[in-house]
């Protein structure tokens, strides 16, 4: 029997002629597509690789490792509080204009378009190392070769498998917002202008071209591909090894040496144990510089009901071991 919403849909079907959004698929990549992400992540990678032998030849200037620090760590933000903490968890709410920077620091570095970016990473939630996860390095089982497979499917190989995640059943909140679906479907232009701002300061300061080149090697495709491969550790590395002192229903762990480079994402075991928490590092030492992002954004009055994590959240989610310990360590110290 056909339902009263199903008819309303077929209806808007037949009735919908517009074209289709470039950010709201969920069926199949294109040839095309795919070879773009190929040059995406083989460009800059080969940068990444080259620059060692190139800076011992003819060496880096500060100039070039400044724009590399700031192009990468506005990037970076841009994706761990904004694509990922704001964005697809909800773990403040921001006002517009802060909202909208947000999710253009997302775009400058080069991780896919916004709307894409939010409805993989819900999906990944939802089956988190289990079946319909789109990267869990777990994905092959578990010996010493279905392991090292499933790191590089987790790392790298996801991104191109055919099947894409249905943005407007993972994020239909961004869907139905014009100027966020606007920004998504202009990575491209995105792309570009963070490929060549740092290329274009480059060669005012220097007043040469070689200094727009270096600037464009070290700031631009050194830069996108450490940064990218930073990221994608999270989704390999953080869910192989890693401490555990979470209560979470997957393979998340915590790597310390991941933690700056990763503005904090790599305490990924409270961050799956908690997914809404605006802080990730929330034990003593832990570094999260998108945490102290967002505090300084609260106090400025640019975000709102942040989900901090009191000490009570904290120790319900706790292991059961950890936990223990910590109790008992609490206790003798107050004897």
């Not at 202009?186 to 070689?210: D, E, H, N, R, Y």
């Not at 600037?215 to 989704?235: D, E, P, Y």
């Not at 503005?263 to 990730?280: F, I, K, Q, V, Y």
Request: charged share 20%; glycine share 8%; aromatic share 12%.
């Amino acid at each position: 029997m056909t339902s009263h919403s199903d008819v309303i849909d077929e209806a808007r079907k037949a009735t919908d002629t517009s074209p289709p959004l470039a950010t709201l698929g969920g069926e199949k990549k294109r040839s095309i597509e795919q070879i773009t992400l190929l040059l995406f992540i083989t460009v800059p990678f080969l940068a990444l690789v080259a620059a060692v032998p190139l800076a011992w030849g003819w060496g880096v200037s500060w100039l070039d490792v400044g724009l590399l620090v700031f192009f990468y760590y506005l990037g970076c933000h841009g994706i761990t509080i904004g694509f990922h903490r704001y964005f697809t968890h909800g773990s403040f709410k921001a006002k517009r204009p802060l909202r909208i920077a947000l999710a253009i620091m997302g775009s400058l570095a080069v991780e896919g378009p916004l709307v894409r970016w939010v409805a993989d990473h819900r999906k990944h939630h939802k089956f988190s190392d289990a079946e319909g996860d789109p990267h869990s390095p777990w994905k092959y089982g578990e010996t010493v070769p279905a392991l090292l497979k499933g790191l590089w499917w987790a790392h790298i190989g996801w991104m191109f498998d055919e099947e894409q995640t249905s943005q407007e059943k993972y994020a239909p909140d961004l869907v139905k917002d014009p100027a966020l679906r606007a920004i998504s479907r202009q990575f491209v232009l995105w792309t570009a202008l963070s490929l060549l701002l740092p290329a274009l300061i480059g060669g005012l300061v220097t007043m040469s071209w070689w200094g727009a080149f270096t600037a464009f090697f070290w700031g631009s495709l050194v830069r996108v591909a450490l940064l990218h491969h930073v990221t994608w550790s999270i989704n390999s590395i953080c869910h192989a090894v890693g401490k555990r002192p979470f209560k979470s229903r997957d393979r998340s762990g915590n790597v310390w040496w991941l933690a700056v480079l990763s503005c904090g994402e790599s305490w990924h075991n409270l961050h799956h144990a908690d997914p809404t928490s605006a802080r990730h590092g929330v034990m003593r030492g832990q570094l999260d510089s998108s945490a102290r992002f967002i505090r300084i954004f609260e106090r400025l009055g640019w975000a709102y009901d942040v989900r901090w994590p009191s000490r009570s959240r904290i120790d319900s989610r706790r292991n059961d071991a950890d936990g223990g310990s910590r109790r008992r360590k609490e206790a003798a110290e107050a004897a």
